[in-house]
């Protein structure tokens, strides 16, 4: 938590990208999140926008498309503030 409060509370972001240092990040990466980022503003039904698919193929779906998961993708994600104060701060 302490990087996240200083993030979220100090400089008031609107959320987090977290990345796990060994993710090497395509040229879409930070274009990805802007464009999830108002979904997750406008969905509270939605946790966060992650930018890993274990099941991912490069040949094949729809590469505009973004699907909802029961699970945690994990490795590269966008914490939204709205997560952080009502679910993970206190904590």
Request: hydrophobic fraction near 50%; proline fraction near 7%.
């Given at each position: 938590?302490?990087?996240?409060?200083?993030?979220?509370?100090?400089?008031?972001?609107?959320?987090?990208?977290?990345?796990?240092?060994?993710l090497?990040?395509?040229?879409?990466?930070?274009?990805?999140?802007a464009a999830?980022?108002?979904?997750?503003?406008?969905?509270?039904?939605l946790?966060l926008?992650?930018?890993w698919?274990?099941?991912?193929?490069?040949?094949?779906?729809?590469?505009?498309?973004?699907r909802?998961?029961?699970?945690?993708?994990?490795?590269?994600?966008?914490?939204?503030?709205r997560l952080?104060?009502?679910e993970?701060?206190?904590?």
């Amino acid at each position: 938590g302490y990087a996240l409060g200083y993030a979220l509370d100090f400089f008031k972001a609107p959320g987090v990208i977290v990345v796990e240092d060994d993710l090497v990040v395509s040229p879409d990466f930070f274009s990805y999140f802007a464009a999830a980022a108002p979904a997750l503003e406008r969905d509270p039904t939605l946790f966060l926008a992650s930018a890993w698919n274990d099941n991912g193929f490069s040949e094949s779906g729809d590469a505009g498309a973004l699907r909802r998961s029961l699970w945690f993708p994990g490795l590269g994600w966008l914490l939204p503030r709205r997560l952080w104060e009502t679910e993970l701060k206190a904590q």
